[in-house]
């Protein structure tokens, strides 16, 4: 596993930016497929955006345009650049962790960080 702490959460008001850092350690980072995930009380964490290995980034239909995952390996640090957010937005958002391939669901992360709160103001 690798260890993941997460940051940059906060209130914004709505139409405003944020951006999220995800540090990782333990494990070698670039061995890692990272991703963002965010949930709400009573709901299911739902995938925001995530980027693999090489790069090559993928997103949740809803949120392309608005939300862009990259990643630094030379400071093995994971980033959720937030813009135009809504008051929907509104959620804890984790960062995660997977060695499998192609992976989007929730079950195959084994690593997580303990989340931010992003709280989006109308």
């Known amino acids: 596993q690798v260890q993941l702490v997460e940051s940059g959460g906060g209130l914004v008001q709505a139409g405003g930016s944020l951006r999220l850092s995800c540090a990782a350690s333990?494990?070698?980072?670039?061995?890692?497929?990272m991703a963002w995930f965010r949930q709400v009380p009573g709901k299911e964490r739902e995938f925001v955006a995530g980027?693999?290995?090489?790069?090559?980034?993928y997103y949740a239909d809803s949120l392309k345009g608005r939300f862009t995952v990259s990643r630094d390996g030379a400071k093995n640090t994971v980033y959720l650049q937030m813009n135009s957010l809504k008051p929907e937005d509104t959620a804890v958002y984790y960062c995660?962790?997977?060695?499998?391939?192609?992976?989007?669901?929730?079950?195959?992360?084994?690593?997580w960080g303990q989340g931010t709160q992003v709280t989006v103001s109308s």
């Open positions: 995660a962790g997977s060695e499998i391939a192609g992976a989007v669901r929730v079950a195959d992360f084994g690593s």
């Open positions: 980027i693999g290995r090489s790069g090559r980034t």
């Open positions: 333990g494990r070698t980072f670039s061995s890692f497929r």
